[in-house]
């Protein structure tokens, strides 16, 4: 484990030989961490940082208040423990590979720009511009990478720090974000742009990318926190049946109720992490009945069409619901 700064640390993993082929990792992926509290079972989600074909590492900011997985992570974690990691997943770092990009991490958000950028740069073709966001030079993770990146492919490498509680220092507008990511040149020709942060961040810069004239399916994005949605309580009961590794399983559960927790209560092993609605380790495919997705961070329109929901913030409305974890 190396401590980045006061708060942060990057845990790197020595896979098993039997199972390092399922543990390949694409650039941008995340991983679940896995403990337990008591009885209680905690999973968190953490992007890899390291590009692809390095080792399993991951980037971890103790959240504010001490969050249990990231102190522990942080401050517990020793040389030799043991730690249940589920395989990569994730699509963050997807695009054409090649040609110029814009990048936009936001506190820890660096850590999967981190590897996609790094990934990127391998090809001799690629253009990269990278607006780092964090509270103070002394909270900044992985400045020493970054910072090597950028002197060993000046010619091809720009960064730009913006600080948002340094003396005078505060958050861009709209416009001011509009200014700063316009200095850069022209938008229009960007093979893609990537931003990680923040939901408040990203919902900013969505219309500010589109006023400088790039289009929505070349904005990948992924969120580090999320509110959670304002979910108006709904009357009734609904039947739903789990249908996750080969096993059924049905259980009558209040409409207030998300997929997940009807799942999780009758005990089905189902895949999930954030209970935020961003990661889509929990998403499934409802192939009979009526729900209401309340929020989703990173399901594009055709997979919803197509059936697929995030069954940490969906719920039942119709008298059942058939819900395939397997498809």
């Known amino acids: 484990m190396e401590r980045l700064g006061r708060d942060a640390a990057a845990v790197t993993f020595e896979v098993a030989a039997a199972v390092r082929d399922r543990y390949a990792f694409r650039a941008g992926q995340w991983v679940t961490v896995r403990t337990r509290v008591g009885a209680q079972e905690l999973r968190r989600s ?21 969050g249990r997985v990231s102190s522990w992570l942080v401050r517990g974690l020793a040389a030799g423990d043991r730690v249940e990691v589920g395989e990569p997943a994730g699509t963050f770092g997807a695009g054409q590979p090649g040609g110029p990009a814009l990048f936009v991490a936001a506190g820890a958000g660096i850590t999967p720009v981190l590897s996609v950028v790094a990934t990127r740069l391998r090809d001799p073709r690629a253009r990269i511009r990278l607006v780092q966001v964090d509270r103070e030079p002394a909270s900044r993770m992985f400045a020493e ?3 090597r990146l950028h002197a060993a492919h000046a010619d091809r490498f ?5 600080w948002t509680r340094t003396p005078g220092a505060a958050r861009p507008s709209p416009d001011g974000w509009r200014g700063l990511l316009a ?33 929505h399916r070349r904005v990948h994005t992924e969120l580090f926190d999320a509110a959670p949605p304002t979910v108006p309580p709904v009357e009734g009961t609904s039947t739903v049946r789990v249908l996750s590794r080969g096993a059924v399983t049905t259980t ?9 927790d009807a799942a999780r209560a009758q005990g ?8 935020g609605g961003m990661c889509g380790a929990c998403r499934a495919r409802v192939v ?19 059936g697929s929901v995030l ?11 058939t819900v395939d974890f397997d498809r």
């Open 288 to 306: 009979e009945g009526e729900v209401d997705m309340v929020a989703n961070h990173q399901l594009s329109a055709a997979e919803v069409a197509a």
């Open 145 to 147: 990478e970054v910072d």
């Open 158 to 162: 720009s960064l730009t720090s913006v």
């Open 252 to 260: 009558t559960v209040p409409r207030s109720t998300w997929l997940l």
């Open 183 to 215: 200095a850069g040149g022209p938008l229009s020709g960007l093979t893609g742009v990537w931003l990680c942060g923040p939901e408040g961040l990203v919902d900013r810069l969505r219309p500010v990318l589109a006023s400088l004239g790039v289009p």
């Open 311 to 321: 069954t940490c913030r969906t719920r039942p409305v119709g008298p059942s619901v």
């Open 268 to 275: 089905t092993d189902v895949p999930f992490s954030c209970l």
């Open 46 to 66: 953490y992007s890899v940082c390291s590009p692809a074909g390095g080792p399993l590492r991951i980037g971890v900011r103790e959240r504010p208040g001490g």
